[in-house]
């Protein structure tokens, strides 16, 4: 019997040079759409989004310089040249680059894009949801959690989140009848501080 397990994606910590190179609106555009399209021209991907020719190769040659896209030389002929994602997912912490405030920077405007993209997902959704069947607007959504938990707790319940997306991913069949592409977000916050209260709760016993 064959081995139908997928194989671990590629994941890629982030460099001081390689998060630097990315923070850049087109360039981040660029690796996401090989990321979930599959190797492309730059011509084809100045199509999708909606710009030029040259500015997509010269973006290309500055995500590939610092290791994040690659050339497929198995698709290209002649003069056409086809760029896939050298990784499938990007890791990274902001304090990984507390030391050079370039890097840092660069990581907070990444960070800022992902809110951006978020919300412009969002927004998109809510436009078009009447168009999808009663069980699908049931089941697409946003909410949200509040808890009172401690720094290890936290990191726990993220790497365990974590852990169950990536298992559904890992499992999920996309030739399966009915099955559409999703994306999800995962995000932990610190409480407002205007919206917290003044002194911790008592509890039974000090009551």
């Known amino acids: 019997m064959g081995n139908d397990r997928k194989p671990a994606p590629r994941g890629v910590r982030l460099d001081h040079r390689q998060v630097r190179v990315l923070a850049h609106p087109l360039r981040i555009r660029l690796l996401g759409a090989l990321r979930v399209k599959g190797p492309a021209t730059a011509t084809a991907l100045a199509a999708l989004l909606g710009t030029n020719t040259g500015a997509t190769s010269y973006h ?5 310089e ?12 002649g003069r056409q040249r086809f760029w896939r994602a050298a990784h499938d997912v990007t890791n990274w912490e902001p304090t990984d680059f507390d030391d050079d405030p370039d890097a840092r920077a660069a990581i907070e405007w990444i960070e800022g894009d992902q809110v951006r993209h978020f919300a412009d997902t969002a927004e998109r959704w809510f436009a078009i949801r009447h168009e999808w069947s009663p069980g699908w607007r049931d089941a697409f959504g946003i909410g949200d959690a509040f808890m009172t938990i401690p720094l290890e707790r936290l ?18 069949d996309p030739t399966q009848p ?26 039974e016993e000090e009551r």
């Open 60 to 64: 290309l040659r500055q995500l590939a």
């Open 66 to 77: 610092v290791g994040l896209v690659v050339e497929d030389p198995d698709l290209g002929t």
């Open 178 to 203: 009915g099955a559409e592409q999703v994306q999800l977000f995962l995000a932990a916050l610190p409480l407002p501080a205007d919206l917290r209260p003044a002194t911790p709760p008592q509890s």
């Open 155 to 172: 990191k726990a319940l993220k790497a365990e989140l974590w852990q169950v997306l990536e298992r559904y991913r890992n499992e999920a």
